[in-house]
């Protein structure tokens, strides 16, 4: 099977970077999300990152004709011709399942089921469909049109074929995928990097640093294009937060437990640059 038509589910940074993606790499793409307007809001996004690239020659075909392949989805039911599903909604296990339940009804047999989530099982997530070898994660990194890596996932249950074609289809896309053969909150680059993120946090909360000097330090000192409260910031506070509960849901081992600074920082609507605060100011 060839994967032709992309149903992209979540509009967010990560849903609009896949589908700017799908899109410039030549798939037909729809995108859906429940907020009509965050959609109106990715797609004017998309433009004009593909108007920026364009400014850096970096196409051999007019902006418009990679827009023109993008499409503005209504409703779940028109994913019925999809090839390739990619959940990318918020980190929380049962709308996940709700979601992928529903698109089990109405996508063909050869449809592959997708989820671009950072930190929860992709097993979990395959539990809610009956055919649970069509289930891959296909992790994606932030941003996703700059961002070489994607990690896909084997859950318990998933085919071989599903994860070669998931690899492959990474590939299309110009990106480098890596395999990640045992099912485990976090994967490889989270469960690393957040250890970093916990580890910075707690210098703070500590007292022993100020997270600027903590980014100058990692920047400066190990080669990182960002330092941590700048990655964190970027990504959202509210999503690392999640993603660092699920690996500590998972393995109940209290040095993956979030300090009190980020919980506190997230319960404030600080959540970085989304909200215009975090750890940084970018009201300006």
Not at 44 to 58: P, Q, V
Not at 85 to 114: M, W, Y
Request: glycine share 8%; with cysteine.
């Amino acid at each position: 099977m060839s994967i032709k038509k992309v149903f992209v589910a979540g509009s967010g940074a990560m849903g609009s970077g896949i589908v700017q993606s799908c899109a410039q790499a030549g798939y037909s793409v729809k995108i859906m999300d429940m907020d009509e307007s965050a959609v109106k809001k990715a797609l004017a996004g998309i433009e004009w990152s593909l108007k920026k690239l364009e400014e850096k020659n970096r196409f051999k075909e007019a902006w418009q004709d990679i827009l023109l392949r993008i499409e503005h989805a209504s409703s779940l039911s028109e994913a019925g011709d999809a090839d390739m599903v990619i959940e990318a909604i918020f980190e929380n296990l049962e709308p996940k399942q709700r979601l992928f339940a529903d698109l089990e009804a109405v996508c063909p047999g050869h449809t592959i089921f997708s989820t671009n989530t950072s930190s929860i099982p992709v097993t979990e997530i395959a539990s809610a469909v009956r055919t649970p070898e069509r289930v891959v994660g296909i992790h994606f990194f932030n941003p996703v049109h700059r961002m070489k890596l994607v990690e896909v996932v084997k859950g318990l249950l998933t085919s071989e074929e599903t994860v070669s074609m998931a690899a492959e289809f990474a590939r299309t896309l110009g990106k480098e995928p890596v395999v990640v053969n045992r099912d485990s909150a976090g994967f490889i680059v989270n469960r690393i990097n957040g250890m970093a993120f916990l580890e910075a946090l707690r210098l703070v909360e500590k007292g022993i640093a100020e997270a600027e000097d903590i980014d100058k330090a990692v920047r400066l000192g190990l080669g990182h294009p960002m330092g941590p409260f700048e990655l964190m910031d970027m990504v959202g506070l509210d999503i690392v937060l999640n993603a660092r509960m699920g690996v500590y849901n998972e393995t109940r081992d209290l040095n993956h437990f979030p300090p009190n600074i980020l919980r506190r920082m997230v319960k404030a609507g600080r959540l970085g640059r989304k909200t215009g605060k975090g750890f940084y100011d970018y009201s300006e």
